[in-house]
């Protein structure tokens, strides 16, 4: 989740699991990365953007995917700069800020246990 002025950070995903909902930028873990390392380099790939504070907010179980099976790790950030720039057109549609109160749909299935997360600071979830 990446927040600016209230607002958090999502785009319309393409052409994987999830395709057609609303998600934050993430993706996988590379060989010797800390976990905030991906999350600062996987922002900047997808979404064109620096972030910092970074801080865990959850994990859970995803299964909503299946045959797919993640283990699901969601980070907090805040925006430092840049403009969100759509970076892989081949898997997202456009970045638009949103307000938390006020959320597209259809989202991505870890959403609502992040949004959660972060209003009652519970930190894990399965299905």
Not at 74 to 99: H, L, Q, R
């Amino acid at each position: 989740m990446v927040f600016k002025d209230g607002k958090i950070l999502l785009h319309r995903r393409k052409n994987a699991h999830g395709s057609g909902e609303y998600s934050f930028p993430g993706g996988h873990l590379e060989y010797k990365e800390s976990f905030e390392e991906c999350v600062i380099r996987e922002t900047a790939e997808e979404a064109g953007i620096k972030i910092k504070n970074i801080r865990f907010l959850l994990v859970s179980n995803l299964l909503d995917y299946l045959p797919k099976h993640y283990v699901h790790l969601n980070f907090i950030a805040d925006w430092e700069s840049g403009e969100p720039t759509v970076m892989e057109p081949e898997k997202c549609e456009s970045w638009e800020w949103y307000d938390l109160e006020n959320l597209p749909t259809p989202c991505f299935k870890t959403m609502p246990h992040c949004i959660e997360a972060y209003k009652t600071g519970k930190y894990y979830f399965s299905n």
